[in-house]
C-alpha cells in the first residue's frame, strides 16, 4: 500500500499549493520577507513604532460552513474567517499585519479549496493584511466527502500608549452602531434549525428577503471594519472604546468594551431590525431576547466616542460608505446592557 491508497494524495497537495501560490502572494505587504511553501512564514515589524504591543485573535466560522456545502458555495467563507479574526484585533486599536489559516478536509478538492482560499485572499485585501501561509491537511474518514474546515489566526500591532482596554470610556459616552452585513458568522445552528422546522430550501426565494435565494442571502459574508475604524482613528477622532458583535450579540459582546462601574443604555427604537432577523424571529418563534443574545441583529460594530463627537463620528464613517447610527451611551452600572 501507498498514501495515496490510504486516501491522502501528497502530489495533490502539492499541486494545490502551487495554485493557490499567486493569490497569497496579491496579499503580501512589504513586510513580508520569502514566500510560500517554507516551515514558517516571516515578517518584518514596520517601523514608527516606539512601544509597539502584538495582538493576536483566533476564530473559525462555525455551522455556516454547513449552508457552503449544501449551497456549494466556497467563496464567502474565507472572507467570514478572516472577518472574524481581524474584526476582533481590531477592537483594542490594533493594525491586523497577518494571517494564517488551517483547512482541513477529508479528500482535497482543488476547485473547492482554491474557491475557499479566494475568499481568504479577499477578507486579507479587504483588512490590509497579509495572508502569510497556512496549513491543508487531508484527512480521509475523519470528514464526509466534500466537507472541510476552516479556523484561523491574525497578529496586529498597536502602540502601547494608543491601546483601547476600557479605562478611557467616560460616563456619557455615546455609543454608534455600525451596521452588519447580515448574519455574520454567528447564530446559524439556530438558524439552520428553523429552516429545517419551516420546511424550506437554501434555494428557495422569499420576497421579504429580496431578488437572492434564502441560501445567498444567509451566506453573505461577514463584513470587514479594518480599513474605515483605523481611518477614523488615524484622522483623530477620538474613539474610546469598540466592539465587535459576534455570538452573543450586544449583550455580551457590548460591555466588554466598557471600564469598572459602566455599563450601556441602548435605545432599541435607533435602528429597524433588518428583514432577515426580523423573517427568523417570526418563522422559528424565537423570543426577542434570545435574537439579542444569538445574533447581531444589524449591528456589527460599536465604537464609543465623546457625546460631543457623535454627529462627526457618523459623518466620518457615512463618507467611507458604512451606515451608522447613534445606538445609545455609557451610563453607571455593573457592565450590562440596559435596553430603554
Known amino acids: ?24 502572494a496579491s496579499t503580501h505587504r512589504p513586510e513580508v520577507m520569502g514566500g510560500i511553501g517554507g516551515f514558517s512564514g516571516l515578517f518584518q515589524l514596520p517601523t514608527g513604532y516606539r512601544e509597539p504591543v502584538l495582538v493576536s485573535g483566533t476564530d473559525g466560522v462555525g455551522t455556516k460552513l454547513k449552508l457552503a456545502h449544501q449551497c456549494d458555495r466556497h467563496d464567502t467563507v474565507g472572507v467570514d474567517l478572516v472577518a472574524m479574526c481581524v474584526n476582533d484585533v481590531l477592537t483594542c486599536g490594533a493594525e491586523p499585519l497577518f494571517f494564517l489559516d488551517y483547512l482541513a478536509t477529508g479528500k482535497l478538492d482543488e476547485d473547492q479549496l482554491t474557491a475557499v482560499v479566494a475568499g481568504i485572499t479577499d477578507g486579507c485585501k479587504q483588512a490590509g493584511c497579509a495572508l502569510l501561509g497556512g496549513e491543508t491537511a487531508e484527512m480521509p474518514g475523519f470528514y464526509l466527502p466534500g466537507e472541510y474546515d476552516l479556523a484561523g489566526f491574525c497578529v496586529g500591532l498597536v502602540e502601547k500608549s494608543q491601546i483601547l482596554d476600557g479605562s478611557q470610556v467616560q460616563i456619557g459616552d455615546v455609543a454608534i452602531a455600525l451596521a452588519s452585513s447580515g448574519l455574520h458568522s454567528n447564530g446559524f445552528s439556530l438558524v439552520r434549525k428553523i429552516v429545517e422546522q419551516v420546511g424550506l430550501e437554501l434555494t428557495d426565494f422569499l420576497a421579504e428577503l429580496g431578488s437572492a435565494s434564502l441560501g445567498e442571502v444567509l451566506l453573505t459574508p461577514t463584513r470587514i471594519y479594518v480599513q474605515p475604524v483605523l481611518a477614523a482613528l488615524r484622522s483623530g477622532l477620538p474613539i474610546h472604546g469598540m466592539a465587535h458583535i459576534t455570538g452573543g450579540g450586544l ?80 451610563i453607571a452600572g455593573e457592565g450590562e446592557v440596559v435596553m430603554g
Open 251 to 330: 449583550p455580551e459582546n457590548l460591555p466588554r468594551c466598557l471600564g469598572k462601574g459602566q455599563s450601556v443604555r441602548v435605545d432599541p427604537t435607533s435602528w429597524t431590525m433588518p428583514p432577515l432577523f426580523a423573517w427568523l424571529e417570526s418563522a422559528g418563534s424565537v423570543a426577542r431576547a434570545e435574537m439579542f443574545n444569538t445574533f447581531n441583529m444589524g449591528i456589527g460594530f460599536v465604537v464609543l466616542v465623546p457625546g460631543d463627537r457623535a454627529d462627526e463620528t457618523r459623518q466620518f464613517f457615512q463618507n467611507q460608505g458604512l451606515e451608522s447610527w447613534v445606538l445609545g451611551e455609557v
Open 1 to 24: 500500500m501507498d498514501y495515496r491508497q490510504a486516501g491522502v494524495d501528497v502530489e495533490a497537495g502539492r499541486a494545490f499549493v502551487r495554485r493557490i501560490g499567486e493569490m497569497v
